[in-house]
C-alpha cells in the first residue's frame, strides 16, 4: 500500500487523442494529479472527469497537471471526451498494470456481487516524484475542490 512521501511507482501509458505516451520520467520536475476512475461514461465518472476539466486552467496556474486513468480503451477514451467535451487528458491502463502498482485494484461489491474494479483514488505527485497526498474511496462532490486546495499548497 502507498503512502505519502513514497516514490510514485514508475508509469508509461498511451494518452487518448493521439497525445503520445505520458510516463513519470517525463514528469519528473512537475507536480501532477492521477486520478483513477472505474469506467468512461458511468454517472460518477462522468461527474468528476468535468469537474477536473472545468478547474484545469486553475491546475495549470498552480504548476499541477492533471491526468485521468481507466482501464478503458484508448477508442473509448476519446468518446468520452467527445461526447463530454473533456480538456483533461485521459491515459489508457489496459492491461491494469499502473492500477496494481498503485493499489487502486480492488474487491468491490455491487449488489450483494463481489467483483474487481478500480476503487476511485486520486493521487498528488509533486516535482520529485515523491506523493504528496492520496485520497482513497473517493466521494465526487467536492472532490475536485479538495484536490486543487491541496496543489495549490505544493
Known amino acids: 500500500m502507498l503512502n505519502t ?5 514508475d508509469f508509461t501509458l498511451p494518452q487518448a487523442g493521439d497525445g503520445g505516451n ?5 514528469l519528473r520536475g512537475k507536480a ?14 462522468t461527474k468528476e472527469s ?21 482501464k ?8 468520452f471526451i467527445a461526447k463530454h467535451q473533456l480538456t483533461t487528458p485521459l491515459l489508457s491502463d489496459a492491461d491494469g498494470t499502473m492500477c496494481e ?4 485494484w480492488k474487491e468491490k461489491t455491487l449488489y450483494g ?25 473517493v466521494k465526487v462532490d467536492g472532490h475536485v475542490e479538495e484536490v486543487l486546495t491541496a496543489a495549490q499548497a505544493l
Open 5 to 9: 512521501s513514497d516514490p510514485a511507482p
Open 22 to 26: 505520458v510516463s513519470l520520467t517525463e
Open 32 to 45: 501532477f494529479v492521477l486520478f483513477f476512475y472505474p469506467r468512461d461514461n458511468t454517472p460518477g465518472c
Open 50 to 70: 468535468i469537474g477536473f476539466s472545468s478547474q484545469l486552467q486553475a491546475f495549470a496556474e498552480a504548476g499541477v497537471q492533471v491526468f485521468g486513468i481507466s
Open 72 to 79: 478503458d480503451s484508448l477508442r473509448k477514451h476519446d468518446n
Open 101 to 104: 502498482d498503485y493499489g487502486t
Open 113 to 137: 456481487k463481489k467483483h474487481w474494479g478500480i476503487e476511485r483514488s486520486t493521487f498528488l505527485i509533486d516535482a520529485e516524484g515523491r506523493i504528496a497526498h492520496i485520497w482513497r474511496k
